[in-house]
């Protein structure tokens, strides 16, 4: 192979692997901006006065589901849809890993009317559920059960769920009841985020084997969280 064609050759070969760096960087910034948004969630519940219940019991959590965003919309046929990420905590040695991406999808049928947006942050309580979540979908309410976590005057409540749930909204709904809610793995954002194929939520909850440095603030934000008595 001649010099210029050797050089041509290199020169073909850095702009391939420079491509597919950009496509893969950009294939990652959805998924990051759900982290750095539930990161934001996170800390907005954790500031906020009536959200007692979940500050002082969150030490007690297997694992934290953060939705920045579930849009629920509706006039008597309504539905509630968003995405999710999950963190949760390694038994063994108490770090907290993750994040694992998931889609939210309930159908409901009532008197209702408008849209509304709400951030919802929800304790897994329970191995039971926490070992829900690692299957392709699960029901809560049916294959898990969830509770609405006490606001406010109610924080020294005693609630007995798998799923304790706490929502944020602004609009005609009050708030969001996930009783219903099908929670399934997103496997094409945890692909996309981690870079490689397959990766299964037990890859990334339980064995520990994929990892991405764009999670460490929200990891030790929850961490931090956790820790407090």
Known sequence: MSKLRSTRFVASLAALLLLAASGAAMAQAEQQKLVNAA?????????????????????????????????KAGFIFGGSGG????????AKSGKWVGPAFYTLATAS??????????????LVMTEKGLNSLLASSVKLGGDASVAAGPIGAGA????????VSFSRAKGLYGGLNLDGTVLAISNEWNEAYYQ??????????????????GADKLLADVSRAAGRK
Not at 196 to 213: C, G
């Open 39 to 71: 990161d934001a969630t996170l800390s907005r519940f954790l500031r906020d006065p009536d959200m007692t219940w979940l500050q002082q019991n969150i030490s007690r959590a297997k694992a934290v589901m953060i939705a920045p965003e579930v849009a």
């Open 196 to 213: 490689k194929k397959p990766v299964l939520p037990p890859d990334i909850l339980v064995r520990m084997s994929a990892r991405n440095k």
């Open 156 to 163: 020294k409540s005693d609630v007995v769920a798998d799923f």
């Open 83 to 90: 995405r999710a990420v999950t963190l949760a905590r390694d």
């Open 109 to 122: 049928v009532g008197f209702q009317a408008g849209i509304s947006v709400s951030e919802v942050v929800t």
